[in-house]
Nanobody, 123 residues
């Protein structure tokens, strides 16, 4: 079955950097767009970034553009999110998710499978 396992979260100081990853299995990873979503304390889940099935194009939410970089390794079935210049506002649980075929990667309702999340705390 589809499995998405995030890792790499942790505690980082403001201004610091962190890279989180998502290991995918159970499906043909290279055929699907992928998305990162986060849920900050007290807020609803929000779209962060997406990447096309073949590695492009990449899109970012306004609050992370220029600081976050999404990437993927289709040979290893790995999705990554490199985050820099982190602020306390970036604190939250970060989830990777698979976008349904022909779906809109920005729409949470078009994300068919989710990982369990990895916690990022900036403090």
């Amino acid at each position: 079955q589809v499995q998405l396992v995030e890792s790499g979260g942790g505690l980082v100081q403001p201004g610091g950097s962190l890279t989180i990853t998502c290991a995918a299995s159970g499906f043909d990873f290279r055929r699907y767009d992928m998305t990162w979503v986060r849920q900050r304390p007290g807020k609803m889940r929000e779209w962060v970034s997406s990447i096309g099935a073949n590695g492009g194009p990449a899109y970012y939410a306004n609050g992370v553009r220029g600081r976050f970089t999404i990437s993927r390794d289709n040979a290893k079935n790995i999705l990554s999110l490199s985050m820099r210049r982190l602020t306390p506002e970036d604190t939250g649980m970060y989830y990777c998710a698979r976008v349904k075929e022909l779906g809109d990667p920005y729409e949470l309702g078009d994300l068919t499978d989710w990982g369990q999340g990895t916690q990022v705390t900036v403090s």
